[in-house]
């Protein structure tokens, strides 16, 4: 049984449990690679529109070069600057204010007397485009891809390029600041949540960093050899867009426009709203200035935590620490679906370990009845071979006797005649049921179904058996009604019941050698009648009443109580009985001992 039980965890269990273990990861992973892959199309959408926002710039840089081309067409660039202010603003929507300056330091639009915000300009800018000082601003150095944008990967990868190496021992905000200082770069605002990632540096310190870089020169170092572009400064925190162009014609006078940037941002929300309506229902897409607060939204209703998105993307050099940011709608959907997913795992392997354990179960409860009916079988094949030899050996011994004329005295003689013929009536028993056992169980056997008066044929069968009882010592006391009771039966099938059941009193009377047969007709719950053979024998022990009706099983063990038998007698009495609609049942005998009961249908018409 251990050894099975060893075979079984080894074949069965284990597997099972690599498999369950192997299927638990397998859908983990495909989780995390689903949730990975609608990262990735978030940080495409970010990129796309952040791609977009800085090329709608680079747009108005060519618009405003167009502007001043056209203009330049009328004039030369001396004639054109002097009110280039107010002409680029009647043209233009898009410039707050139009400048003209030499490259020699001389301011000559707008006029120090023009409207007030011509005027704050002057006072921003004219040191700076008059080359009499240097400040720090982002511009685009000329690049192809004019305000090529920085994505911030949701999964960031390890980025070489970041700058150089933090030892791992470096952390706090003196670390934050060395680490900003090596790369030159200043800390974002907007920290898109990182999901299932490898740590970045930036992860390491908490932290993360702008990609794009300042520089401090005067107007004319920046502009260089250039016919054109577009810068950004800030001042008094509050941004500024430049655009400037020098005609080939007099490359000393530079135009440059600063971009309204309440146009910039009915630009930005333009760029929003065409957001693919298949993400609508999943994501919002921001544009934040650079203090993170939202200046463009693709959901006007929509709030968040501003400075955690779920990617992000900085829009480049043209607006500086602006950045495209996607937020979930419902950012709990995700945690939902991974805990739907936990829980569906859990179900599941507790699923699988349940029929492991049923299944474990059945099959060793199986294992056990099929080692029990071995057992069982072994003792039948003994039981049978001890009740054959046990008549055999006294009918040879009797017969030998008689054959030889060794005994004179003819009451002996008689009595051992009489043992012959007992014993090889036991025999025919015996024979008979274990016949009958195997027809049975090949569903071969037949019955000779007819009406016959059950009060005869119970008589007759007592009258046959009852010497044999009495010479055992058994007194029977037969309790019959005076009416005819008829049923439809096998003559010697319930002829054969009844023995089996007067055989079994006998067998297990102990010294109690009384046994009742009585009949006895009942009204419920249909009209029947009941054939009982009662002892007073010890009874059937404890929780055998219902196991004593199985084949070959045996309460009183033979070999180990002396008593005989195969096991058989009351599994053919209950078969036979139900093949005539019938039933064999047993209950303790009120007073002490067995009262073993057949009942059969009446027939109908006996009234
Ligand atoms: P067996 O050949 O062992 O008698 P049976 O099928 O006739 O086989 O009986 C099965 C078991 O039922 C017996 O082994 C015995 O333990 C129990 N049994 C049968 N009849 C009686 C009875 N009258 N009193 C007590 N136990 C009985």
Redesign the pocket.
């Known amino acids: 049984m251990k050894k099975v039980a060893v075979v079984f965890v080894l074949a069965v269990i284990a597997p099972s449990l690599v498999l369950a273990w192997l299927a638990v990861r397998s859908l983990r992973d495909q989780q995390y690679a689903l949730e990975r892959q609608r990262f990735l199309l978030y940080q495409g959408v970010a990129d796309g529109l952040a791609k977009e926002a800085a090329a709608s710039l680079t747009d108005k840089e060519h618009e405003f070069v167009a502007r001043v081309q056209t203009m330049l067409a009328a004039a030369n660039p001396r004639q054109l600057a002097t009110d280039f202010d107010q002409r680029l603003r009647a043209a233009w929507p898009m410039a707050r204010v139009g400048c003209a300056a030499t490259l020699t330091g001389e301011i000559l639009s707008p006029s120090p007397h023009g409207p007030p915000e011509s005027r704050v300009f002057l006072a921003d800018n004219a040191k700076f485009l008059g080359n009499r000082e240097t400040v720090e601003v982002f511009w685009n150095y000329g690049k192809d891809d004019k305000f090529a944008n920085n994505s911030t990967q949701s999964f960031a990868q390890n980025d070489s390029s970041k700058g150089p190496g933090i030892s791992p021992e470096e952390n706090g905000e003196s670390i934050n600041n060395a680490y900003a200082k090596k790369l030159g770069k200043v800390p974002r605002n907007v920290v898109p949540q990182q999901q299932a990632a490898a740590p970045t540096k930036e992860d390491i310190l908490g932290q993360q960093y702008s990609k794009l870089t300042s520089a401090e020169a005067e107007f004319r170092q920046l502009i260089g050899e250039e016919t054109e572009g577009t810068l950004a400064r800030f001042l008094d925190n509050k941004l500024n867009v430049l655009c400037w162009y020098r005609p080939p014609r007099d490359t000393n006078v530079v135009f440059v426009a600063q971009l309204s940037l309440a146009q910039i941002k009915n630009q930005l929300q333009s760029i929003v709203t065409e957001l693919d309506p298949a993400l609508r229902p999943d994501i919002a897409v921001a544009v934040l200035d650079d203090s993170a607060r939202p200046v463009a939204l693709s959901r006007p209703e929509f709030q968040a935590n501003w400075k955690r998105p779920v990617v992000s993307t900085e829009i480049g050099e043209a607006l500086p620490h602006w950045e495209l940011a996607v937020y979930l709608l419902d950012p709990t959907k995700l945690t939902r679906s991974a805990e739907l997913l936990k829980l569906t795992l859990g179900l599941l392997i507790a699923l699988l370990l349940l029929s492991i354990g049923v299944g474990s179960w059945l099959i060793v409860n199986d294992l056990k009845r099929q080692l029990a009916l071995a057992r069982q079988k072994t003792d039948f094949v003994s039981?049978v071979s001890h009740e054959l030899k046990t008549p055999l050996t006294s009918i040879r011994m009797f017969a030998e006797l008689l054959a030889e004329g060794r005994v004179a005295d003819p009451g002996k003689r008689q009595s051992y005649l009489n043992i012959i013929t007992a014993e090889s009536s036991r025999l025919t028993r015996l024979i008979n049921n274990v016949l009958d056992f195997s027809r049975m169980e090949r569903g071969e056997k037949k019955y000779e179904m007819r009406r016959l008066d059950l009060i005869a044929l119970m008589r007759e069968t007592a009258e046959n058996y009852r010497p044999h009882l009495e010479a055992a010592g058994f007194a029977l006391e037969c309790e019959f009604p005076q009416t005819m009771l008829e049923v439809t039966g096998d003559h010697d099938a319930l002829a054969q019941v009844t023995v089996?059941?007067l055989?079994?009193?006998e067998?297990?009377?102990g010294s109690q050698k009384s046994i009742c047969l009585r009949i006895e007709e009942k009204a419920e719950p249909l009209r029947h009648v009941e054939v009982q053979?009662l002892?007073r024998?010890?009874?059937?022990?404890r929780n055998?009443e219902e196991r004593?009706?199985e084949k070959f099983?045996?309460?009183?063990d033979?070999l180990s109580s002396g008593?005989?038998?195969?096991?058989?007698?009351?599994?053919?009495?209950r078969q036979i009985a139900r093949a005539h609609g019938g039933e064999v049942a047993y209950r303790p005998r009120e007073g002490g001992?067995?009262c073993?009961v057949l009942r059969l249908p009446l027939v109908l018409s006996q009234t």
């Open positions: 039981n089996n059941l055989s079994n009193a067998k297990y009377s053979v002892d024998g010890p009874g059937v022990p055998c004593i009706f099983y045996r309460a009183h033979s008593i005989q038998g195969s096991g058989l007698g009351l599994t053919l009495a001992g067995s073993f």
